[in-house]
């Protein structure tokens, strides 16, 4: 053999093994491991993670910063007057007062807005975030930057990157639970929880809050359990059969391991929702029996009833945040809505002995601007769009309660002391799972991917 075929097979040799390794990275040769394996078992975490679950309240349509947590006293001696702002052509604008009290709570002594009196009295238990700031301030493209670290869709949620890094503590419910706003859907849909490249089984569940969790889960009275465990069987080895030469199919197997989830769901998720087993002092506490908060106290119970259970990722959407306009009713009415469900929360969870292991996230998609169009000036005021400053909450899990990080400028434009953007908010709670944002990788169109893109900076100040 010649020098030259010599190198050419050695080289050849070191290609193919590239080349398998490779692929197994791309995900192709996967599928037949994964027959045998399971995306959704318990994987270690990184390190010792600080809370074992989480929730996370997403206020949808943005609340106002200065009119929930970070008060503006100047915006008072600046009402009326203008401020000039371009949003694509000049347009006179004028500044706008909070139209909410605030007061100080606590041993914290953590300021709060008088729409929350019922969190106002778990303020020890909150890190209040004011120097938070976004990337985008369209609502559709912030949602997804909230959701997925990334403002065009096509990239895995939050949840799935938890669900991927850590797996699933109860193999018969949905490892990743979202609970809609009954009022319409969310900016951007269903790509907000997706899994996008990473395995189908970490995808978020939608759950319905009100009637049947899940449309078609139970099947008609006529069909015995019996014969729909050997219709399923069926089904499984017929698509088993198509896997072995259609390797590369993981939606495929995605959806056979759903099928099998769905099968044990009938028996798991009606009585892990049903809220009608709690007492009356636990309904109270919620708000359950109250028109005006029932529905999100239905969902923050659900909630807790599904953290109990080893649900691992919740995530809960309260819309109407939105107040261009009339914002002393619009934020009232919200604010009404879900502050005593979200601090019955707090409060259940800490009389369970599970606040410490479960971590509570409340924040919106952006925040607001300090002045309006003076033509809602004149009759409703309210507040538009604001990348640039927004304010979020944590509580629970490695959370140290109390605390109060950041601020923005005098009225509450721009976030200027403490700065930190949506990508350390995520680090921060990949942290507190467990998970190192910079570690939790997957391989995906050449290159290794991760939530936070090149990697967040971890919020220090608010860890216990």
């Not at 909070?98 to 969190?119: C, M, N, Y």
């Not at 609502?139 to 669900?163: K, R, Y």
């Not at 140290?400 to 009225?411: F, H, P, R």
Request: charged share 25%; hydrophobic share 40%; glycine share 10%.
């Amino acid at each position: 053999m010649g020098r030259r075929d010599l190198l050419f097979r050695f080289g050849s040799g070191l290609g193919a093994v590239a080349l398998t390794d490779l692929l197994r990275q791309e995900g192709a040769l996967r599928a037949a491991d994964a027959l045998s394996s399971n995306p959704l078992a318990p994987k270690p975490p990184h390190f010792a993670p600080r809370a074992k679950a989480c929730i996370f309240l997403f206020m949808a349509g943005a609340p106002s910063q200065m009119d929930t947590f970070d008060p503006k006293p100047a915006l008072h001696r600046y009402h009326g007057k203008p401020v000039t702002r371009i949003y694509g052509s000049y347009e006179k604008r004028l500044y706008v007062e909070s139209p909410f009290k605030f007061a100080r709570h606590g041993q914290s002594g953590t300021a709060v807005s008088e729409i929350f009196p019922q969190l106002a009295k778990c303020v020890d238990e909150l890190a209040v975030l004011r120097s938070l700031h976004t990337s985008v301030e369209a609502h559709t493209t912030a949602t997804f930057f909230m959701n997925t670290g990334e403002a065009i869709p096509g990239s895995p949620s939050l949840g799935s990157w938890v669900i991927y890094g850590l797996g699933s503590e109860n193999e018969n419910l949905p490892a990743y639970v979202v609970l809609p706003d009954e009022r319409g859907g969310v900016f951007g849909g269903a790509m907000n929880w997706s899994n996008a490249y990473l395995p189908s089984a970490t995808q978020g569940t939608l759950m319905n809050p009100v009637g049947p969790p899940i449309v078609d889960l139970l099947p008609g009275y006529e069909i015995t359990r019996r014969q729909q465990r050997d219709n399923l069987r069926l089904l499984n080895q017929l698509n088993e059969r198509y896997l072995a030469s259609n390797e590369r199919n993981q939606n495929l197997l995605g959806r056979m391991r759903n099928y099998e989830l769905a099968f044990r769901m009938q028996d798991t998720v009606p009585e892990a929702l049903d809220v009608a087993r709690e007492t009356a002092a636990t309904r109270q506490l919620y708000g359950l029996d109250d028109a005006v908060t029932q529905p999100m106290a239905r969902k923050c119970l659900m909630a807790r009833r599904m953290v109990e259970r080893g649900v691992r990722f919740l995530q809960i959407y309260c819309r109407g945040w939105d107040s261009h306009e009339n914002i002393a009713a619009e934020h009232r009415n919200r604010g009404a809505e879900i502050d005593r469900p979200v601090a019955g929360l707090i409060q259940d969870l800490r009389q369970r002995g599970m606040l410490d292991e479960t971590l509570i996230v409340w924040c919106g998609e952006f925040g607001r601007t300090a002045d309006n169009s003076m033509n809602f000036f004149r009759s409703n005021p309210g507040r538009d769009h604001n990348k640039e400053a927004m304010v979020c909450w944590l509580a629970g899990g490695g959370v140290k309660g109390g605390t109060v990080v950041g601020s923005t400028d005098e009225l509450g434009k721009k976030a200027v002391e403490n700065v930190y953007h949506t990508h350390d908010l995520h680090a921060t709670i990949l942290h507190l799972m467990g998970l190192n944002d910079m570690d939790l990788t997957y391989y995906h169109g050449g290159r290794f991917k991760r939530l936070t893109d090149l990697g967040g900076r971890r919020i220090d100040e608010i860890i216990a």
